[in-house]
């Protein structure tokens, strides 16, 4: 098995001395050799152009990033740091504040301090007395401050742009970037290494497929990673194929719980089933961003590293998106459905009479834990009022601290996850200071809160059947069936007394729930009817609004990943597209679906939140 993983040997700064700016260096962030306490974050990257670090502290100031720059020459440079003030949507008072250190000194400015939106912040004048020197990010506050780059010029007027397009040109310029992509071949190329992509993987690579699994971030798992921490959920070995299941039993983790410690989510076990298999090739850390299309069929994906912002294409004849987001059928040309559709649309008793954008949100989970001592946390005030009555006296935050239903998941997810921040630290602030019963919490520290949310809906990539309502509770079994929904029709909402007390900015959610019979999931969902050779696993499948509150939970991907990696064998084997299984390749299909591909001799370890499936005996309430 290949695994992809630059560990940095030549740092991500560079000088142009043949370049227009002959004294200019650029230092993006992420690519800090000793990253200290920081932690990359890319989820906004496609939005406001880069991963970036972030301090990442829970009110503790983290220890500090540093590399070695090497300048062209010795002198004066003036300094601009792109970065912004994240919380100055809510409040006057600055959450994130850092200093940039050049050769050991502090430049005359704090930053994180000034504009709320990603910008270049002026830094002064410094005189660098060697030309390889150190910089540091220094944190001051340990509530999540953000540095993107840092730029040098000895010219004063020398500003550098803030647009995207820009910005990547004079990245191209100043790092020295290939201009060329490195190139890869493989059978099937898969994007998201979430369960279900994951699952997709290993599937096809055990039935002879080469595979690429692309993952941007240095974990599987998606949002069952220790990153997100949230636990399995749904049934596996169901009727009519029993066998499909016995790889998400062989890969998921023994226990279950949400916002528990970091050993519960095994990555590691995850990590190792992949690398066990010979046909996989593992990109961690690379983010798709781009595709090439040709004749109604994607011919490559293109990646960047999120260290050294390399790029790297992957060709096939096969591609699925396992993204969440639906990227790569976005970025395709495919159709796509968010937010919830009218009554009329598909005749849903669920659904709204009106379309609106209304979609299940993100979650940032949390909890604390008690230690032998009294723990401060800092009293903040970041615009958010507090009292008894409004504030949550709990030291772990589940599935229902929700944020952004309503906002777009795709172009709002740093204000999301922001806000969702915003409320754990102020709540908790409230009650280690405030509170009226405050002793109890006095020896309670805030252990973890998630820096990557856990989203739950985005984009559904439209398929040649869009499963809904109806089909779930009528019971609509339809011939191309493959693995089995089983949770009830979850759907989220923002909580109404939440909403109101917090001037219509929820971050509470309420889950209204439908039990259904266990129904298998159409094939014909499982691929674009747009993109010829595009096959899509997880919660951006086709489904409607009202369906995705079954089918989006992860043993459910995960059994959707095992279809998709059998499909891309009979693909290979047939030299066909998806949709030509559907029409002509089924039944080699449902042989293997039938067999399964995970270790049938294994004891079923997921047994924990399986939900309240139907049983046969059992009626619908």
């Not at 301090?113 to 990603?118: H, I, R, Y």
């Not at 983010?287 to 790029?311: M, P, S, W």
Request: hydrophobic fraction near 35%.
């Amino acid at each position: 098995m290949k695994i992809i993983v630059l560990f940095l040997t030549s740092i991500y700064i560079c000088t142009s001395s043949m370049a227009k700016k002959p004294n200019a260096v650029l230092v993006e962030t992420e690519s800090f050799k000793n990253k200290g306490g920081w932690v990359i974050d890319q989820q906004s990257m496609d939005v406001m152009g880069s991963p970036y670090l972030m301090a990442h502290g829970m009110g503790t100031p983290v220890s500090d990033a540093t590399t070695m720059v090497k300048f062209p020459k010795k002198g004066k440079y003036y300094v601009r740091v792109r970065t912004r003030n994240w919380n100055a949507q809510w409040s006057d008072v600055a959450a994130g504040q850092f200093e940039v250190l050049v050769g050991g000194k502090s430049l005359a400015k704090k930053f994180g301090v000034s504009n709320k939106d990603w910008s270049w912040i002026e830094g002064g004048i410094i005189e660098v007395e060697s030309e390889n020197t150190e910089i540091a990010l220094h944190d001051l506050t340990g509530f999540n401050g953000r540095c993107d780059a840092i730029y040098f010029t000895s010219d004063k007027n020398d500003v550098p742009p803030n647009d995207n397009i820009n910005l990547d040109a004079l990245r191209a310029e100043l790092l020295q970037l290939k201009k060329e992509p490195t190139e890869s071949e493989f059978d099937f190329v898969i994007v998201g290494g979430g369960m279900a992509g994951t699952c997709a993987a290993i599937s096809a690579a055990r039935l002879g497929v080469k595979v690429a699994l692309i993952q941007n971030r240095p974990v599987l798992g998606g949002n069952n990673s220790s990153e997100v921490r949230v636990h399995l959920g749904a049934r596996i070995k169901l009727e009519p194929y029993p066998a499909i299941g016995n790889l998400v039993n062989e890969i998921g983790p023994e226990k279950g719980g949400n916002a528990r410690p970091k050993d519960y989510y095994e990555d590691d076990k995850k990590l190792k089933a992949v690398l066990n298999e010979p046909n996989i090739s593992l990109f961690l850390n690379y983010h798709a961003n781009q595709v090439e299309t040709k004749d109604g069929n994607i011919v490559k994906v293109f990646a960047e590293n999120l260290e050294t912002g390399e790029r790297h294409t992957f060709s096939a004849p096969l591609f699925a998106d396992c993204t969440g987001d639906g990227t790569i059928g976005y970025l395709a040309g495919a159709e796509y459905m968010t937010g919830r559709e009218s009554r009329d649309k598909f005749n849903e008793p669920t659904a709204p009479e009106k379309a609106d954008n209304l979609t299940m949100g993100i979650s940032v989970q949390w909890f604390a834990e008690k230690t032998d001592a009294a723990v401060a946390f800092p009293d903040i005030n970041w615009g958010l009022s507090w009292n008894d009555e409004k504030a949550f006296a709990i030291t772990r935050g589940d599935w229902d601290w929700e944020t952004g239903m309503g906002k777009d998941m795709i172009n709002e997810t740093e204000f999301i996850r922001d806000y969702g921040l915003i409320v754990v630290y102020s709540n908790w602030s409230y009650l280690k200071n405030h509170y009226s019963n405050k002793e109890k919490f006095r020896n309670e520290k805030l252990k973890w809160v998630a820096y990557i949310g856990g989203k739950r809906e985005s984009r559904r990539l439209v398929g040649d059947y869009i499963l809904t309502e109806n089909d779930l509770m009528n019971q609509n079994f339809l011939p191309d069936g493959t693995a089995p929904t089983s949770w009830t029709i979850d759907l989220h909402y923002p909580d109404q007394e939440n909403l109101d007390k917090f001037d219509g900015e929820a971050f509470r959610s309420i889950a209204v729930h439908t039990k259904i019979y266990p129904y298998p999931i159409p094939f014909r969902c499982l691929y674009s009817k747009d993109v010829n050779n595009l096959m899509m696993g997880g919660r951006d499948i086709s489904v409607s609004h009202v369906a995705l509150g079954t089918v989006r939970l992860m043993r459910t991907g995960g059994m959707m990943g095992e279809v998709l990696g059998m499909a891309a064998s009979v693909c290979k084997e047939e030299n066909a597209k998806p949709r030509d299984i559907y029409e002509k390749y089924f039944s080699e299909l449902e042989k293997l679906m039938l067999r399964g591909v995970g270790n049938p001799d294994l004891p079923n370890i997921q047994k924990y939140n399986m939900g309240g499936t139907l049983l046969e005996t059992e009626k619908v309430e």
